[in-house]
């Protein structure tokens, strides 16, 4: 079976690598044309990046940190923390 890339997506409240998911979206090519419908999970997958990477997950992109003034309060709309990662897994049929 040929190899192909999975995509984890975690979505953090801050840039660092070990912090806890508040959200996250899978991108599995591995399941091939087999996936019928969107799974929904109550806990994340990894409970960080790092956890995720030393399970064989490598980084492709993380967020920097965004610097803000004191009275800048907070930012409405998509979370601003995420990490990208690959792992490449065998084709299922």
């Known amino acids: 079976m040929p190899t192909v890339q999975d995509i984890l997506v975690l979505f953090q409240t801050t840039p660092a690598l070990d912090a ?4 996250w979206a899978y ?12 799974v929904e999970e109550g806990e994340p997958p990894y409970k960080s990046a790092m956890e995720a990477m030393r399970d064989g997950w490598q980084v492709i992109q993380m967020s ?3 610097h803000r003034s004191p009275g800048e309060g907070y930012d409405l709309g998509p979370l601003p923390y995420q990490t990208v990662l690959s792992k490449f897994n065998e084709l299922q049929e």
């Open 20 to 23: 806890q998911p508040v959200a």
């Open 64 to 66: 920097e940190l965004k």
């Open 27 to 38: 991108y599995e090519a591995s399941k091939g044309t087999g996936v019928q419908d969107l």
